[in-house]
T-cell receptor, first 113, second 114 residues
Framework: DQQVKQNSPSLSVQEGRISILNCDYT??????FLWYKKYPAEGPTFLIS?????DKNEDGRFTVFLNKSAKHLSLHIVPSQPGDSAVYFC????????????FGTGTRLTVIP | DGGITQSPKYLFRKEGQNVTLSCEQN?????MYWYRQDPGQGLRLIYY???????QKGDIAEGYSVSREKKESFPLTVTSAQKNPTAFYLC?????????????FGEGSWLTVV
C-alpha cells in the first residue's frame, strides 16, 4: 500500500513560471517530509525538507508547504528554469525513530525554454 | 570531496548467480541504507544499518544480504533467491537514524539479469 502518493506522473511548465508539485500521504505518524530531485541514472539529490511543526519552509527558489489536516504537501519552484527538469520525489519519515523514508512514485518536471 | 561511491555503475548477472554491489562513504555517517527503484515506482528500502556490525531488514529484504564490517562500507549481495533482481539500486547514508537527519544518496547501480 502506497503511503506516499504523487498522483501526477508528469508536469510541463514554461521557463520563468511557477512549478507546483503535489504529494499526499496517508500515515498520520509521518512527521518529517523531504523532496528529492533525480536526474536519469543518478541518485536522488536532497532538495528541501519540512518538519510537521511547520507549515512552510523556503530555500531560494524552492518552497515546501505542508497541510497536515489534509495530509498534503507541495513543492513550489519559482521561477522555473530548464535545469530544474528532473524527476521529483516526495518522501516522508515516521515517528518511530527509524529514519526509514517512504517515497512517492515521483513526478517528472519538464521546464520548457 | 565527501560523498557516497557505488560500484559498479552497470552490472549484468546470469540467472542463478550472486552479485555484490559496493557502497563506500567518507561522510563519517553512522547510518547506511540500500534502496531499490523499479520503473514507475518510488524507492523501496531493502536493508539499513545503524552502526557497525548491525543491520536490519527493510521492506523488501528477501533475496538480499548485507554486511557492515566497517563504518565506511555497506555492500549489498543480490542472491539467486531474489526473483526479480533487475533494478536500479541506491545506497544512502545519514549522520544517524534520527528522523530529522537528511539521507544522502550515491549515484546508483544498474543491475540487469540476463
Amino acid at each position: 500500500d502506497q503511503q506516499v502518493k504523487q498522483n501526477s506522473p508528469s508536469l510541463s511548465v514554461q521557463e520563468g513560471r511557477i512549478s507546483i508539485l503535489n504529494c499526499d500521504y496517508t500515515n498520520s505518524m509521518f512527521d518529517y517530509f523531504l523532496w528529492y530531485k533525480k536526474y536519469p541514472a543518478e541518485g536522488p539529490t536532497f532538495l528541501i525538507s519540512i518538519s510537521s511543526i511547520k507549515d512552510k519552509n523556503e530555500d531560494g527558489r524552492f518552497t515546501v508547504f505542508l497541510n497536515k489536516s489534509a495530509k498534503h504537501l507541495s513543492l513550489h519552484i519559482v521561477p522555473s528554469q530548464p535545469g530544474d527538469s528532473a524527476v521529483y520525489f516526495c518522501a516522508a519519515n515516521d515517528q518511530t525513530g527509524a529514519n526509514n523514508l517512504f517515497f512517492g512514485t515521483g513526478t517528472r518536471l519538464t521546464v520548457i525554454p | 570531496d565527501g560523498g557516497i561511491t557505488q560500484s559498479p555503475k552497470y552490472l549484468f548477472r546470469k540467472e542463478g548467480q550472486n552479485v555484490t554491489l559496493s557502497c563506500e562513504q567518507n561522510l563519517n555517517h553512522d547510518a547506511m541504507y540500500w534502496y531499490r527503484q523499479d520503473p514507475g515506482q518510488g524507492l523501496r528500502l531493502i536493508y539499513y544499518s545503524q552502526i557497525v556490525n548491525d543491520f536490519q531488514k527493510g521492506d523488501i529484504a528477501e533475496g538480499y544480504s548485507v554486511s557492515r564490517e566497517k563504518k565506511e562500507s555497506f555492500p549489498l549481495t543480490v542472491t539467486s533467491a531474489q526473483k526479480n533482481p533487475t533494478a536500479f539500486y541506491l545506497c544512502a547514508s545519514s549522520r544517524n537514524r534520527a528522523t530529522t537527519n537528511t539521507i544522502y544518496f550515491g549515484e546508483g547501480s544498474w543491475l540487469t539479469v540476463v
